[in-house]
């Protein structure tokens, strides 16, 4: 009985320690997600037509730790149909992947008709707040 005693106040003591999970971000409800739409445009300065098979690749994607891929949080693609840059896009996500902590890049690419890699972002483009339009810069691959 007096071993109960001591060891009551021991074992209260780490029940109290004990932490629970707690919400960061969006939640979401059931099987609602909290979509998000980010939209922008992606150009570059060169005074080049793009083909008029290209296609416009735009994702969002977690570069949050170093020295491995980055996950791809969400994607999109279109054919330009002719159109020439500036290209205009919109791209949903869902924010309850989004870490208020993690570090988010968007990045860009044009391919040709054939799949051929012919623009691409080269630097960070950090996920801007929702609501906020980005800007991609992209630069040519050079064969």
């Known amino acids: ?44 300065r060169e005074r080049i037509a793009l083909p008029p098979a290209a296609h416009l690749s735009v994702a969002i994607s977690d570069v949050s730790r170093m020295d491995t891929a980055a996950p791809v949080i969400a994607s999109t693609e279109f054919a330009t149909e002719g159109r020439q840059v500036p290209l205009a896009f919109t791209l949903d996500y869902d924010a309850t992947k989004i870490d208020p902590h993690g570090r988010y890049a968007v990045s860009a690419r044009i391919t040709d008709g054939g799949g051929q890699l012919i623009w691409i972002t080269d630097t960070h483009t950090a996920l801007p707040a929702v609501g906020q339009p980005v800007e991609l810069m992209l630069v040519q691959v050079q064969r």
């Not at 009985?1 to 979401?28: D, N, V, W, Y």
């Open 1 to 44: 009985m007096k071993r109960l005693h001591f060891l009551l106040p021991l074992i209260a003591s780490l029940a109290a320690c004990e932490t629970t999970p707690h919400a960061t971000g969006p939640q979401e409800t059931g099987s609602t997600k909290a979509m998000i739409t980010l939209s922008g445009h992606a150009t570059y």
